[in-house]
């Protein structure tokens, strides 16, 4: 079966900065990396250094979704505007260093997917090698690095320390679609004949694709948590199996509609993955609920009553 695009983090600047302090500090030793605050006089292109090792980094966050193209031209985009200010503030840079030569800075984004970024850094590298600059290494050397660059227990305390978790997911695509229908005919059975008490015969093939999208969607969100917050994959995991206990033990709830059974269990479902993992966003909550109450349908627990 083939599933949707993967999720992906999405980012406000502060929290990514925090994210990569603790990341920062998983990789040179908590005591060995110093943050430069921006709001007096600017941050010299530079948010975290570490003297020890002679390296400096600057965090960057698209606003995320972007195509890769996109997400390539701003991350370049950056690295040219931060480096410049590296230069302007050498003298600066060379006090805070001790005098050492910076031998690595370093763009720490969320997502980095194609190489015109590194080709980029490469040129930056060679344009910074010539400028001969007392406050760089001979070698000095720029580079971009993502959260798979850290080990996983490291992404994965950083991200539990997250007020808030936001994951963007994609529309599947048609063929997406199709070519999960065409490896699903039992589950798709399933659906129709449900959902054609819900909406009736005319408009059930419509009600059937949404939950199918949903269905797909929901997954990559679950995949997304299992992989880069599992203590808050399981949180949320631990709430949907509760809720599908209770709905195979006592039925479902709402009243004697397909309507009113789908806004209670919506509701009570939501309800339960924001109580169990408070820092998963409510619109990320909806999606995992969307897309599991699919599944009951699609698998069972979950049935309406016939239509009088």
């Given at each position: 079966?083939?599933?949707?695009?993967?999720?992906?983090?999405?980012?406000?600047?502060?929290?990514?900065e925090?994210?990569?302090?603790?990341?920062?500090?998983?990789?040179?030793?908590?005591?060995?990396?110093?943050?430069?605050?921006?709001?007096?006089?600017?941050?010299?292109?530079?948010?975290?250094?570490?003297?020890?090792?002679?390296?400096?980094?600057?965090?960057?966050?698209?606003?995320?979704?972007?195509?890769i193209?996109?997400?390539?031209?701003?991350?370049?985009?950056?690295?040219?505007?931060?480096?410049?200010?590296?230069?302007?503030?050498?003298?600066?840079?060379?006090k805070?260093?001790?005098?050492?030569?910076?031998?690595?800075?370093i763009?720490?984004?969320?997502?980095?997917?194609?190489k015109?970024?590194?080709?980029?850094?490469?040129?930056?590298?060679?344009?910074?090698?010539?400028?001969k600059?007392?406050?760089?290494?001979?070698?000095?050397?720029?580079?971009?690095?993502?959260?798979?660059?850290?080990?996983?227990?490291?992404?994965?305390?950083?991200?539990?320390?997250?007020?808030?978790?936001?994951?963007?997911?994609?529309?599947?695509?048609?063929?997406?679609?199709?070519?999960?229908?065409?490896?699903?005919?039992?589950?798709?059975?399933?659906?129709?004949?449900?959902?054609k008490?819900?909406?009736?015969?005319?408009?059930?093939?419509?009600?059937?694709?949404?939950?199918?999208?949903?269905?797909?969607?929901?997954n990559?969100l679950?995949?997304?948590?299992?992989?880069?917050?599992?203590?808050?994959?399981?949180?949320?995991?631990?709430?949907?199996?509760?809720?599908?206990?209770?709905l195979?033990?006592?039925?479902?709830?709402?009243?004697?509609?397909?309507?009113?059974?789908?806004?209670?269990?919506?509701?009570?479902?939501?309800?339960?993955?924001?109580?169990?993992a408070?820092?998963?966003s409510?619109?990320?909550?909806?999606?995992?609920?969307?897309?599991?109450?699919?599944?009951?349908?699609?698998?069972?627990?979950?049935?309406?009553?016939?239509?009088?």
């Amino acid at each position: 079966m083939q599933e949707v695009t993967s999720a992906i983090q999405v980012w406000n600047p502060d929290d990514w900065e925090l994210f990569s302090f603790s990341l920062l500090q998983y990789r040179h030793g908590p005591l060995n990396v110093q943050r430069i605050p921006a709001a007096h006089k600017g941050d010299y292109g530079i948010d975290y250094y570490c003297t020890k090792d002679a390296v400096a980094y600057q965090c960057y966050s698209v606003e995320e979704p972007v195509d890769i193209a996109m997400r390539a031209e701003r991350q370049k985009r950056k690295i040219t505007t931060d480096l410049a200010k590296v230069i302007v503030n050498h003298l600066e840079i060379a006090k805070l260093f001790l005098g050492t030569p910076i031998k690595h800075w370093i763009l720490l984004a969320p997502l980095h997917d194609s190489k015109e970024v590194n080709l980029h850094c490469a040129k930056k590298t060679g344009d910074l090698r010539k400028e001969k600059c007392c406050a760089l290494d001979a070698l000095f050397e720029v580079a971009i690095h993502d959260a798979s660059a850290f080990p996983a227990d490291a992404v994965s305390a950083g991200m539990s320390a997250l007020s808030t978790v936001k994951l963007a997911i994609p529309h599947p695509s048609q063929d997406e679609l199709d070519s999960w229908a065409a490896g699903s005919s039992d589950l798709l059975a399933n659906a129709t004949l449900k959902l054609k008490k819900r909406v009736g015969p005319h408009q059930v093939h419509g009600a059937v694709a949404e939950s199918i999208k949903s269905f797909l969607q929901g997954n990559a969100l679950l995949d997304a948590l299992r992989t880069g917050s599992p203590d808050l994959h399981d949180k949320v995991m631990s709430a949907i199996k509760s809720r599908a206990r209770r709905l195979q033990f006592a039925g479902p709830q709402g009243g004697s509609t397909a309507g009113a059974i789908l806004h209670a269990e919506l509701d009570s479902l939501i309800a339960a993955l924001l109580a169990a993992a408070p820092s998963l966003s409510a619109e990320n909550a909806e999606q995992i609920a969307y897309g599991s109450i699919s599944e009951w349908i699609m698998r069972c627990p979950l049935d309406f009553p016939d239509v009088q």
